[in-house]
């Protein structure tokens, strides 16, 4: 999976949980999703729409209500809800959980394997604002899954950033040579 693909799926709030869902085998129909995401009816459908939209679910034919359809994994969506499912399980409790569901916090997490700086991030994940990038940095520092060191050993010291603890587990997860 390209780094691209990963930053689209961790848009919607809720679509790593739906992918993780859908592969540890709950049914595609929305009533067992919603019940186990414990999502608003509309962020839900949000994050749904947008999963079919990426080719990462499909209608599954001849099941399910027309308002209310029951969706499977296309092939390209079992690649990514096995990686969905690594990461969710990551993760300690639901109350960590909301943190993944912040935009920016899964791709920061699967570039930052090595020690990284500002600006290499930013470039590794593309459309990003500086704004962005500093406050998902600033989060994933406070949750502990960042460790931000100063590097002194050049003229100008600078921070540099790397996962740790569950980021580190998180990034493990990530698999972007797909």
């Known amino acids: 999976m390209d780094i691209a693909l990963l930053v689209n ?5 809720w679509s790593l949980k739906i992918l993780a869902l859908l592969h540890s085998g709950v049914p595609g129909r929305q009533a067992p999703l ?3 995401t414990n999502a608003s009816r509309s ?6 729409k947008h999963l079919v939209q990426l080719d990462l679910l499909e209608r599954n034919p001849g099941h399910g209500h027309p308002l209310r359809p029951e969706v499977r994994l296309t092939p390209k969506g079992v690649i990514a809800a096995a990686m969905a499912n690594k990461i969710v399980a990551a993760v300690p409790d639901e109350e960590t959980f909301s943190v993944l569901r912040r935009s920016w916090v899964v791709p920061v997490l ?3 394997k090595l020690p990284k700086r500002f600006s290499s991030i930013k470039s590794g994940l593309g459309p990003i604002t500086d704004r962005a990038l500093s406050q998902s940095l600033y989060v994933l ?5 960042l460790k931000r060191e100063i590097d002194v050993s ?3 010291p600078f921070p540099i950033y790397h996962a740790v603890n569950a980021g580190r ?3 493990q997860a990530i698999d972007l040579t797909l």
């Open 9 to 13: 799926i961790t848009s919607k709030t």
């Open 34 to 36: 919603i019940a186990a």
């Open 43 to 48: 962020s839900f459908a949000s994050s749904l």
């Open 110 to 112: 699967a570039v930052t």
């Open 141 to 145: 520092e406070e949750q502990e899954w």
């Open 154 to 156: 050049q003229r100008s």
């Open 169 to 171: 587990k998180i990034n």
